[in-house]
Antibody, heavy 117, light 107 residues
Framework: EVQLVESGAGLVQPGGSLRLSCEAS????????FHWVRQAPGKGLVWVSR????????IYADSVKGRFTISRDNAKNTLYLQLNDVRPEDTAVYYC??????????WGQGAPVTVSS | SYVLTQPPSVSVAPGKTARIPCGGN??????VHWYQQRPGQSPVLVIY???DRPSGIPDRFSGSNSGNTATLTISRVEAGDEAVYFC???????????FGGGTKLTV
């Protein structure tokens, strides 16, 4: 059974940092690309970042470029999102999702991030 | 940047057919994916590549895509179909994922 389990959620002050993790199981992790997608409270889904299978290509939404970093450890079957210099507008539930044609076929349970002083 | 437009809400009676449109410039040239999100839950893929259905998704769910509009169709609507539905494409020009604003289906 395919599973994606996020961790690292929490409260962080503006300007602070946080790292989200997404541990995968039930499939060959290294064969797939992944995305991070976020959802602010009561709002829609917003694409954040994508990484290819060997980490040679990463791309970001303009709103997070230069502040967030996507990475992966294929030996640990884990995807990461490093959030730096966070802002109140980064408050959201962050989902990891396995790529399927630019979309996501399996999604994690979500990691809530609150940016507040 | 590429924009996908969805109506905020669609209402349908049980047993009838719901059609949820997703508008975008020449969206017919892109692959469209559809997600269902129930309150407090993660999104679930219900249609991919315009009209393919993942295993476990009832055949009451179907999709089409042509011109400037993609459409998610739900036949014989049930109370359990009540959710927010999002369309999504990958914009190859900007190399960015794009979601529609979501449509709340009320049964």
């Amino acid at each position: 059974e395919v599973q994606l389990v996020e961790s690292g959620a929490g409260l962080v002050q503006p300007g602070g940092s946080l790292r989200l993790s997404c541990e995968a199981s039930g499939f060959t992790f290294s064969n797939y690309w992944f995305h991070w997608v976020r959802q602010a409270p009561g709002k829609g889904l917003v694409w954040v970042s994508r990484i290819n299978s060997d980490s040679s290509d990463t791309i970001y939404a303009d709103s997070v470029k230069g502040r967030f970093t996507i990475s992966r450890d294929n030996a640990k079957n884990t995807l990461y999102l490093q959030l730096n210099d966070v802002r109140p507008e980064d408050t959201a539930v962050y989902y990891c999702t396995r790529d399927l044609g630019g979309g996501g076929d399996y999604w994690g349970q979500g990691a809530p991030v609150t940016v507040s002083s | 940047s590429y924009v996908l437009t969805q109506p905020p809400s669609v209402s349908v009676a049980p047993g009838k057919t719901a059609r949820i449109p997703c508008g975008g410039n020449n969206i017919g040239t892109k692959s469209v994916h559809w997600y269902q999100q129930r309150p407090g839950q993660s999104p679930v893929l219900v249609i991919y590549y315009d009209s393919d259905r993942p295993s476990g998704i009832p055949d009451r769910f179907s999709g089409s895509n042509s011109g400037n509009t993609a459409t998610l169709t739900i036949s014989r609507v049930e109370a359990g179909d009540e959710a927010v539905y999002f369309c999504q494409v990958w914009d190859g020009y900007t190399d960015q994922g794009v979601f529609g604003g979501g449509t709340k289906l009320t049964v």
